[in-house]
């Protein structure tokens, strides 16, 4: 089946420390993005990108750091420098950047910092 | 003001009511306007897209757009337990990519049987 998959589903880090999560889609899709998901937040985006080796920042990427070194693959660090990491993150695909609009989001992964 | 508001309920409504979720937005250049589903721990699927003004209907559901008053809504007609969920309003410009979706807070629907 073709789709995004997101793993860890559930995360727990101490402070200090960093995290990596994983996005993987098997969409063919050319563009990914992140996005930061908090209660009464609403979706705030982290990083996008549009091609591979290419990212550009969202609204809040003070403290997050991604890669995207093959086209099905977008990791999202979050670092110590992070200072509100507790949060659901999403990872999205798109076919384009520019087309109707259709996110495919995966299941996210909750992270909480202990 | 927030470019884009949305009221995050939670609204609670009888099975086969009529639902009525609303965003209102303040940058007069967004031309396409979606709405998505989300369930409770899951990630959001698209339910709803438009382009422009005027209505667009899918089974049960319409989406609404009045650009004269900056203005989008959902219906939902004959509401069933299913569509219990948190709904997102999202639009962005003309042009404009994925990259610069605005997405509402989300209203919080639950449908008692």
């Known amino acids: 089946d073709g789709g995004i998959t997101q793993s860890p589903k559930y995360l727990f880090r101490k402070e200090g420390q960093n995290v990596t999560l994983s996005c993987e889609q098997n969409?063919?899709?050319?563009?990914m993005y992140w996005y930061r998901q908090d209660p009464g937040q609403g979706l705030r985006l982290i990083y996008y990108?549009?091609?591979?080796?290419?990212?550009q920042k969202g609204d809040i990427a003070e403290g997050y750091s991604v890669s995207r070194e093959k086209k099905e693959s977008f990791p999202l660090t979050v670092t110590s420098a992070q200072k509100n990491p507790t949060a659901f993150y999403l990872c999205a695909s798109s076919i384009g950047t520019g087309n109707t609009g259709e996110l495919f989001f995966g299941e996210g992964s909750r992270l909480t910092v202990l | 003001q927030k470019e884009v508001e949305q009221d995050p309920g939670p609204l609670s409504v009888p099975e086969g009511a009529i639902v009525s979720l609303n965003c209102t937005y303040s940058?007069?250049?967004?031309?396409?306007f979606m709405w998505y589903r989300q369930y409770s721990r899951k990630g959001p699927e698209l339910l709803m897209y438009?382009?422009?003004?005027g209505n667009k209907e899918d089974g049960r559901f319409t989406a609404q757009v009045d650009k004269s008053s900056k203005y989008i809504s959902l219906f939902i007609r004959d509401s069933q337990p299913s569509d219990s969920a948190t709904y997102l309003c999202?639009?962005?410009?003309?042009?404009?990519?994925?990259?610069?979706?605005?997405f509402g807070k989300g209203t919080k629907l639950s449908v008692k049987p």
């Open positions: 969409l063919n899709h050319d563009a």
């Open positions: 940058n007069s250049a967004f031309q396409y």
């Open positions: 438009t382009y422009s003004s």
């Open positions: 999202a639009m962005r410009v003309y042009g404009g990519s994925q990259g610069n979706l605005i």
């Open positions: 990108s549009q091609i591979v080796n290419d990212f």
